[in-house]
């Protein structure tokens, strides 16, 4: 089955540790993004890329880096600079210049220790 | 910049009518979704419009008003498993930017 996938389902994160979140999609999607929700509230866009080996940044990217070296792959990292992660993310992908919709993962809950 | 309002949140009763309204302002629209989302759960596509006018999708219809950059989620024929948030979100300019708006909580009433 084609899908997206995020991994771990749960993280806990130490003081001054960086973390990595999987996004893995087999959909073939050219467009990928990542958002942050905060209990109650909307989805926040962190990065977002288009094609392999380029991203943007979107509204709250400060504190989180990507990669996007295969098409599959978009992996986030929560750097030590974030100093409030805790948050569901949510990995999406879809494909570019169509009228198609936005997959979701079944996100990540990030705590911290 | 973008911004997209939608009501923080709604009560309505088994059985009825809803209308959830979302505006928004964006450069660049290329299209409107709304998503289901119940409490720690990835959110689910309901709809997406392109063009105006009124898609209608079982009990779900949705409405987009391009020059006025408003669109609205119907809900008929609430059933108590509608009980969730829902969210509008814009795709807009040539990198197909998707920002969301802090999305709408309904409580549906028995």
């Known amino acids: 089955d084609g899908g997206i996938t995020q991994s771990p389902k749960y993280l806990f994160r130490k003081e001054g540790q960086n973390v990595t979140l999987s996004c893995e999609q087999n959909l073939n999607h050219d467009a990928m993004y990542w958002y942050r929700q905060d209990p109650g509230q909307g989805l926040r866009l962190i990065y977002y890329?288009?094609?392999?080996?380029?991203?943007q940044k979107g509204d709250i990217a400060e504190g989180y880096s990507v990669s996007r070296e295969k098409k599959e792959s978009f992996p986030l990292t929560v750097t030590s600079a974030q100093k409030n992660p805790t948050a569901f993310y949510l990995c999406?992908?879809?494909?570019?210049?169509?009228?198609?919709?936005?997959?979701f993962g079944s996100g990540t809950q990030l705590s911290v220790l | 910049g973008q911004n997209i309002d939608q009501p923080t949140e709604m009560t309505a009763t088994e059985g009825a009518i809803v209308q959830i309204n979302c505006t928004y302002q964006t450069s660049g629209f290329n299209g409107l979704f709304w998503y289901q989302q119940h409490a720690g759960e990835a959110p689910t596509f309901l709809s997406y419009?392109?063009?105006?006018g009124l898609e209608e999708k079982g009990r779900f219809s949705s409405f987009l008003s391009r020059s006025k950059g408003y669109s609205y989620l119907l809900l008929k024929e609430l059933q108590m498993k509608d009980s969730a948030s829902y969210l509008c979100?814009?795709?807009?300019?040539?990198?197909?930017?998707?920002?969301f708006g802090k999305g709408t909580r309904l409580h549906i009433l028995p």
């Open positions: 890329s288009q094609i392999v080996n380029d991203f």
């Open positions: 979100a814009v795709r807009e300019g040539r990198d197909d930017k998707i920002i």
């Open positions: 419009n392109v063009l105006d």
């Open positions: 999406a992908s879809s494909q570019t210049a169509t009228n198609e919709k936005l997959f």
